[in-house]
C-alpha cells in the first residue's frame, strides 16, 4: 500500500500500524514524538493498534519548549 510519510510519499506493507512505522523510519526519541494520520492526531496509547490504511498522509510532530 502506498502512504504518505513527512510528506513523501511510501510504499508498505498491509497492516502497518503507527508503532511499527515509527520503527520503519527511524524516528528519533519516540517516546516524545506525536502522531497525526489524515491531520488527525493518534493518542499514542494506539500507536500499537492503529493500523495505516492506502493513501493515509502521515505526519511526526514534536512539541519543542522553550523561549520567553
Known amino acids: 500500500m502506498k ?3 513527512a510528506g513523501t ?3 508498505f506493507d498491509e497492516g502497518l500500524t ?5 520503527e520503519l523510519e527511524n ?3 519516540p517516546q516524545y514524538v506525536t502522531v ?3 491531520e488527525e492526531f493518534v493518542d499514542s496509547g494506539a500507536f500499537e ?3 495505516l490504511h492506502e493513501g493515509d ?3 511526526f510532530l514534536y ?3 522553550g523561549g520567553r
Open 49 to 51: 493498534g492503529y493500523e
Open 27 to 29: 524516528v528519533e526519541t
Open 36 to 38: 497525526s494520520v489524515n
Open 57 to 59: 498522509e502521515v505526519e
Open 18 to 22: 503507527v508503532a511499527k512505522l515509527i
Open 3 to 5: 502512504i504518505t510519510v
Open 9 to 11: 510519499k511510501k510504499e
Open 63 to 65: 512539541f519543542m519548549g
